[in-house]
């Protein structure tokens, strides 16, 4: 086996490259702006030249290389290699980048979307490290998904899952995707700081105003818990419907894949056991059977920004 890989984390703001030891240790990481509104050929280009350099700065030859996995925002067709569509790039459609990015490195290139990575590299060395199985919910401003099953990412067909824009009330909040009532919108960052600015727009009273500044365009995800932490019971109820939506996606992920744990990331996930216990609590009292059979807990992902990277790289076998 050989002993090294490279992880690529493509997003819409910046291209990150890094190589990864058979320990999963990243030993040098670069990143540079991704350009997301450039040709998909200039960006490709960028992503062969960050990975060259990083490997000549880890000292490590393509000989020693097994290859090259890559995270991508979208539908990635991990067969092919194929981008099917990503609304974080201009006019991203059926882009070839997989076979592109092979030709170029001439190294073998194994693709799939971002969020899979993410909870791959957590399987592998983060808060799932020693769990066949998981599901991660990424909660930012949208709601991505990632399912590993067996050790592997669980692709679901060509072009993947959307964990995201499954439907948690019919009829419901019109969702980025276009349809209403989807997990996205009501349990992304963005959902929250919605559902707060609304409180307290209705409750001038409430310390949330105050903590905006009087300006609830300031609003961001903080705030709510910490004008909940201080007594605000306006606060607290946008926390508590907050708490009961999110237990109710994340059931409904237990339900159909029963992982070993489910992950949370993203921005809102620094509140940490605030988030956890009353989540697992919800999963407990909620899931198919209850309590009379074992239920995953719900944990923080802890690997950050690297794991779509380290999980990019594990893709490679």
Known sequence: MKPYKIGIDLGGTNIKAGVVDADNHILVK???????????????DDIVRLALQALEQAGVSREDCAGVGMGCPGTVNAETGEVIYSNNFANWEYVP?????????????KMSNDANCAALGECAAGA?????????????TGVGGGVVWDGKVFEGGPGGMELGHTQLIHGGELCTCGRKG?????????????????????????????????????????????????????????????????????????????????????????????????LTEYVQEN???????????????????????????????
């Open 30 to 44: 670069l990143s540079c702006p991704t350009g997301a509104q450039r040709p998909w050929k200039e960006v490709a």
């Open 97 to 109: 980048l997989g076979s592109y990015l092979t030709e170029s490195l001439g190294m073998p290139v």
């Open 128 to 140: 799932a490290q020693g769990s066949a199985s998981a599901v991660l919910l990424t909660l930012g």
């Open 182 to 278: 989807c997990i996205e919108a009501y349990c992304s960052a963005n959902a929250l700081i919605r559902q707060a600015q609304r409180a307290a727009e209705a409750d001038p009273a409430s310390l949330m105003n105050q903590l905006c500044g009087g300006d609830l365009s300031n609003m961001n995800g903080k705030i709510p818990f910490d004008a909940a932490q201080a007594g605000d019971k306006t606060a607290q109820a946008v926390i508590d419907q907050y708490l009961v939506w999110l237990g109710e996606a994340i059931t409904d992920m237990v339900n159909i894949f029963r992982p070993q744990v489910v992950l949370i990331s993203g921005g809102v996930c620094a509140q940490g056991e605030v988030l956890t216990k009353p």
């Open 287 to 317: 899931a198919f059977a209850g309590r009379r059979i074992p239920t995953p807990p719900v944990r923080i992902a802890s690997l950050g920004s690297d794991a779509g990277l380290i999980g990019a790289a594990c893709l490679v076998s």
